[in-house]
């Protein structure tokens, strides 16, 4: 399975009537895709009626000696998608496939095109499991990171979010909610500290501290080091995510549950201020941002 799996998505195509020529659109994918070398071993094309009875647009797919090519073509939209996977187990295809591909969307005259190269099979298996690589977005600027785990320790939707417990070689244990890393064993002292410590240093004589979400216990351990506090409510709207946290997450929250200053309480957050009459020295929101 080791290769390079290239995607291309183009949009504001000029050239629309190639999308809806099966003739022309088969000639000009085969031709470049033999061009470079590759090797065609069967192919299928099927042409789509539009919404006015005309032609409308095109699926196809090259079965390639090193693996396959597939088009899908949306003339309505000025739009299409392409991939191109070649397996370089015997020989190294990647820059074939990269001329191929990037010579058949030269046809189209595209305004903006999205490229992805994907290499497959490269990741190692640690301790006899598949590692998989975690990619989300940054922001709202088209920015991503990622990072690799093994191993999910857990994998639920058993209440109102999803929760996943990961293995990362880099992080350590993880925990990511609905798809987003929330904390994680080598990095979550960055976020547990910072929110936690400066107002407790900075308030007088501080001794009740209400933290609304903070599930993970993270920042629950931290105020707890301030031995000045005598009373610390954990409010967390998702019960899966402490239990989680006290099976799992034991060296982000060091077990403060066994800290009789410590009161969990399992509610909703907004909830619990509107109707609580308890008043605190300290409140922290630690929320999942939306």
Known sequence: MHGTHLTADLYSCEHTELMTDVERLREVCRTQIERVGLKIVGEHWHQFTGLDGAEGGVTGALVLAESHFTIHTWPELCRLTMDLYVCNMTANHSAE????????????????????????????????????????????HGAFFG?????????????????????????????????????????????????????????????????????????????????????VVVVEIDGAVVHCAQKHLQRINGRCWDDTRLTIKIQDGADFIRSSADKFDLIYLDLRMV
Not at 100 to 120: E, L, N, P, Y
Not at 132 to 139: A, D, L, S, Y
């Open 97 to 140: 496939a990269e001329v191929a591909i990037s010579s058949i969307a030269s046809h189209f005259g595209a305004v903006h095109t999205q490229w992805q190269d994907v290499k497959r099979g490269d990741l190692p298996a640690l301790a006899g499991e598949l590692q998989r690589h975690f990619i989300e977005p940054v922001g709202t």
């Open 147 to 231: 990072f690799a785990a093994r191993k999910l320790a857990e994998d639920r939707m058993e209440g109102p979010q999803r929760i996943e417990v990961l293995e990362s070689p880099s992080l350590g244990v993880a925990l990511r909610l609905d798809d987003r890393l929330m904390t994680s064993e080598r990095e979550g002292f960055y976020y547990h500290e910072a929110l936690i410590h400066p107002a407790a240093i900075i308030a007088h004589k501080p001794k009740s501290a209400l933290i609304i979400g903070g599930g993970d216990l993270g920042s629950a351990k931290e105020i707890l080091r301030h031995r000045r506090i005598e009373r």
